[in-house]
């Protein structure tokens, strides 16, 4: 499988009953290490919740991570695997990682496909928009949360009772 992402380029954020597009990307794990993520791996092991985001160390994204990462122990109690997805480098993912220390990887989509085939593509600016999108174990989106605000406390509230956890 190509270290690219499968799927077209779409023009409005991926619907729920939708069947998540698939992925294998590089990562960096909450320890520095590099990892690969597979999407349908993951997913088969359980829910999935990307936390899709525009730069790391913005004040905003690492609000929208910071928020996940402080709810982590439920989220992987209940068996919800978390993965921040963005186009930065791998490099740049580990500074973040080094200075943040979230409990999860985050994935570099250095050529924007998956962000692209998730409908989540800024091209004003050239990034990943910030969005919430969950997929179930048999790879279907199960919530979106498009155009997500980490200062909003019912869009929290929302990604937590679509997973059954609020």
């Known amino acids: 499988m190509s270290e690219r992402a499968s799927g077209a380029v779409r023009e409005e954020p991926i619907a729920v009953g939708e069947r998540a597009p698939d992925f294998v990307l590089p990562a960096i794990a909450s320890d520095g290490e590099q990892t690969t993520v597979s999407l349908a791996q993951a997913a088969a092991e359980g829910p999935v919740l990307l936390l899709f985001y525009q730069d ?57 496909d998956a962000v692209k085939a998730y409908g989540l593509w800024d091209a004003d600016e050239a990034k990943s928009r910030r969005a919430a999108v969950i997929v179930g174990q048999d790879g279907l989106v199960r919530h979106v949360v498009p155009h997500f605000n980490p200062g909003n406390v019912n869009a929290l509230v929302e990604v937590f009772q679509a997973l059954g956890l609020a």
Request: glycine residues 10%.
């Open 56 to 112: 790391d160390g913005m004040p905003v994204c690492t609000s929208e991570l910071k928020a996940f990462a402080q709810e982590h122990p439920l989220l992987a109690e209940a068996g919800v695997r978390v993965f921040g997805v963005n186009t930065n480098g791998l490099g740049s993912h580990t500074r973040f990682q080094e200075r943040d220390r979230f409990p999860f990887p985050l994935i570099s989509d250095f050529y924007g």
